[in-house]
Nanobody
C-alpha cells in the first residue's frame, strides 16, 4: 500500500530553522512531481514547493530564498529545509504528489513564534 509519512516539524522562534522529511513506502517518486503543501490555522491548503523527478524545483514567492526542497537518489525520501522561519510559516505541512487538494494525511506541525 502506498503511503507517505511526514516528520521533522516542531516549535521554533522566528529566524530559526527546521528540516521536514517525507518518506514514501510502496512507491517511488520516479516520474512523479512531488510537493510540499501547508495549511495554516483557519486557512486553505496551499502549495509551498515542488520538485520533479529530474530535480527541477518550484517555490511560492513567500518562501523563495528561505526554503529548499530536495530528494534522495532512491526517490523515496524528500526533504524541505526551512530557514529564517517567519510566524506566517506556521501551519501543518504535508507532502504529496503534485495536484489539487493535497493537504491530507497526518502532516507535521510547524509552529513559529515571534
Amino acid at each position: 500500500e502506498a503511503d507517505l509519512v511526514e516528520s521533522g516539524g516542531g516549535s521554533v522562534q522566528a529566524g530559526g530553522s527546521l528540516k521536514l522529511s517525507c518518506k514514501a513506502s510502496g512507491f517511488t517518486f520516479v516520474d512523479r512531481e512531488m510537493g510540499w503543501y501547508r495549511q495554516p490555522p483557519g486557512n486553505l491548503c496551499e502549495l509551498v514547493s515542488t520538485i520533479t523527478s529530474d530535480g527541477e524545483t518550484y517555490y511560492i514567492d513567500s518562501v523563495k530564498g528561505r526554503f529548499t526542497i530536495s530528494q534522495d537518489n532512491s526517490k523515496t525520501t524528500m526533504w524541505l529545509q526551512m530557514n529564517n522561519l517567519k510566524t506566517e510559516d506556521t501551519a501543518v505541512y504535508y507532502c504529496d504528489e503534485y495536484g489539487p487538494g493535497r493537504c491530507r494525511g497526518q502532516g507535521t506541525q510547524v509552529t513559529v513564534s515571534s
